[in-house]
């Protein structure tokens, strides 16, 4: 069974950039055509997808994130990582990294497999 | 962008007791619907996807209703480890979006 894990500061200053990373274990994110995917719940506000990596390395982003967002892979570590622009307090939220249910090239899947997430909160 | 609406915000429950979660989505997203169920300082965990196919691991208490822009989760008999916050999800049109939730807690 594929297990996730989120890993990275906990903290960030205004202005810079957010890094973390998420190892896979049991699956590989270079093969087995699933999506990847980086989900985060700010403090009392709901759920949002950030944004998702194919195994080919095909990203799509949130509208909303675009401009800051990118998604990608170290396939010799079995690793993903979402990389996050000029960030605010409003940025500061519980991280998850996810897996797609199943697979398909088109995206648009349910996320069946979920890192615990990691807190990374924003301030100076 | 497809806003989903989920109510009620909160629901105050006895163990035991049937439970329905409604969400709706601002346009059709056909079947194409997940619930996820998080509880507190844990990840979210698939439920329901395909707007009615129970994931693994979930009992048959638990249902999914709909098609289109409205659903309804049900649970049928509350129990102890259900207490949690229930979220909908739609897959079918790109960004997928997630519902504000819904907490369903002890009465």
């Known amino acids: 069974q594929v297990q996730l894990q989120e890993s990275g500061p906990g903290l960030v200053k205004p202005s810079e950039t957010l890094s973390l990373t998420c190892t896979v274990s049991?699956?590989?994110?270079?093969?087995?055509?699933?999506?990847w995917s980086w989900v985060r719940k700010p403090p009392g506000k709901p759920l949002e997808w950030i944004g998702e990596?194919?195994?080919?390395?095909?990203?799509n982003y949130s509208p909303s994130l675009k401009s800051r967002v990118t998604i990608s892979a170290d396939t010799s570590k079995n690793q993903f990582s979402l990389n996050l622009t000029s960030v605010t307090a409003a940025d500061t939220a519980v991280y998850y990294c996810a897996r797609a249910l199943h697979t398909s090239p088109f995206g648009l899947v349910p996320l069946g497999f979920w890192g615990q997430g990691t807190l990374v909160t924003v301030s100076s | 962008e497809i806003v989903m609406t989920q109510s009620p915000a909160t629901l105050s429950v006895s163990p035991g007791e049937r439970v329905n979660i409604s969400c709706r989505a601002s346009?059709?997203?056909?079947?194409?619907l997940a619930w996820y169920r998080q509880k507190p300082g844990q990840a979210p965990r698939l439920l329901i996807y395909g707007a009615s196919i129970r994931a693994t691991g979930f009992p048959a208490r638990f249902s999914g209703s709909g098609s289109g822009t409205d659903f309804t989760l049900t649970i049928s008999s509350l129990q102890s480890e259900d207490f949690a916050v229930y979220y909908c999800q739609q897959y079918d049109k790109w960004p997928p979006a997630f519902g504000q939730g819904t907490k369903v807690e002890i009465k």
């Open positions: 346009q059709s997203v056909s079947s194409n």
């Open positions: 049991g699956g590989s994110v270079s093969r087995g055509s699933y999506f």
């Open positions: 990596m194919y195994f080919s390395g095909d990203t």
